[in-house]
Nanobody, 117 residues
Framework: VQLQESGPALVKPSQTLSLTCTVS??????????WAWIRQPPGKGLEWMGA???????YYNPSLNSRTSISRDTSKNQVTLHLVSVTPEDTAVYYC??????????WGQGTQVTVSS
């Protein structure tokens, strides 16, 4: 299983950040797994942002104050993260990961996103 994040490296404050995770190697077309977005701001720990299943069930971290939405495109094996109204505090490395029974067993390599004007 391979996961690959893609999206802009630089976003301006107040804009919407959109990142896509492309899953290959099978296992996307099953509800055994959730597909999660996790980020790590510089000098801080990992923060789970939310996740979606193949069927579209989603869960979000309430600490993000409803700024996050996650969708999936089953025809492309992709999961997309949208984070609205970004601020410099959203600067982080963003990862997608496969969640199997609350264990993140496969990760993408991560993508650095900087929020700056």
């Amino acid at each position: 299983v391979q996961l690959q994040e893609s999206g802009p490296a630089l976003v301006k404050p107040s804009q919407t950040l959109s990142l896509t995770c492309t899953v290959s190697g099978g296992s996307f077309t099953t509800n055994y797994y959730y597909w999660a977005w996790i980020r790590q701001p510089p000098g801080k720990g990992l923060e789970w942002m939310g996740a979606t299943s193949y069927s579209g069930t989603t869960y979000y971290n309430p600490s993000l104050n409803s700024r996050t939405s996650i969708s999936r495109d089953t025809s492309k094996n992709q999961v997309t993260l949208h984070l609205v109204s970004v601020t410099p505090e959203d600067t982080a490395v963003y990862y997608c990961a496969r969640d199997y029974r609350n264990q993140f067993d496969y990760w993408g390599q991560g993508t650095q996103v900087t929020v700056s004007s």
